[in-house]
């Protein structure tokens, strides 16, 4: 019921940054929480940022000062952008929505892809 694209990923030397997009599309839905996961081979998956309806956002410790969540509603696309990257950085990130089924009131998660992103020494 609802699709995540997401784009943005690639390969940079650490001091770097990236910028992730995830845009959401659904039938019947309003969308809630937005946010940004990530996780290492053998490891288990973490958040990294993630924001809500209103704006208000959550973000790692590890990342707290480097990276900025933000969202476009009119869009229902998501954003994260990633500066001052570190090797420590590199992972698999991958777009989380929360969404509401507007006739039963029913809160799901939906998960995009994954996109990879490699921070180079």
């Keep these: 019921q609802v ?11 650490a001091g770097g940054s990236l910028r992730l997009s995830c845009a959401a599309s659904g039938t019947s839905v309003s969308i809630n ?18 924001v809500g309806s209103g704006g208000g956002a959550n973000y790692a410790d590890s990342v707290k000062d480097r990276f900025t969540i933000s969202r476009d509603n009119a869009k229902n696309t ?8 570190k090797p420590d950085d590199t992972a ?13 009131g029913r809160v799901d998660d939906y998960w995009g892809p994954g996109t990879q992103v490699t921070v180079s020494e």
């Design 3 to 13: 699709q995540l694209v997401e784009s943005g990923g690639g390969l940079v030397q």
């Design 33 to 50: 929480t937005m946010g940004w996961y990530r996780q290492v081979p053998g490891e288990q998956r973490e958040l990294v940022a993630a």
């Design 92 to 104: 698999v990130y991958y777009c989380t929505v929360q969404a509401r089924r507007w006739f039963t």
């Design 78 to 85: 998501v954003y994260l952008q990633m500066n001052s990257l």
